[in-house]
Nanobody, 118 residues
Framework: QVQLVESGGGLVQPGGSLRLSCAASGSIGSLNIMGWYRQAPGKQRELVATVTSSGTTNVADSVKGRFTISRNNAKNTVYLQMNSLKPEETAVYYC????????????WGQGTQVTVSS
């Protein structure tokens, strides 16, 4: 199995920046997708951004141009740089690990709170 440890959440003013990190450990296969999802109170969990083990990214339209996802495969870590944050982006941000090969499974992190408020 794979364990995920998230860090970097917190309180930030509107227009500010935060950087989230998620480190994976355990039996990590060669083909996988790591990413970030978020869930605001009373809303469904939604995709923020993902990046494959080969570096292909998928970013939600709502955050394009403001959020950047990246990963360091040597450290099995994914990062989410969030700029120009908005109050409506206050949510719990969850790291996701989706392994595709050699064995398929999916793991979620415990979540980190991001609060955008003045």
């Amino acid at each position: 199995q794979v364990q995920l440890v998230e860090s970097g959440g917190g309180l930030v003013q509107p227009g500010g920046s935060l950087r989230l990190s998620c480190a994976a450990s355990g039996s990590i296969g060669s083909l996988n997708i790591m990413g970030w999802y978020r869930q605001a109170p009373g809303k469904q969990r939604e995709l923020v951004a993902t990046v494959t083990s080969s570096g292909t990214t998928n970013v939600a339209d709502s955050v394009k141009g403001r959020f950047t996802i990246s990963r360091n495969n040597a450290k099995n870590t994914v990062y989410l740089q969030m700029n120009s944050l908005k109050p409506e982006e206050t949510a719990v941000y969850y790291c996701n690990f989706n392994q595709l090969f050699p064995r398929r499974f999916e793991t979620w992190g415990q979540g980190t709170q991001v609060t955008v408020s003045s």
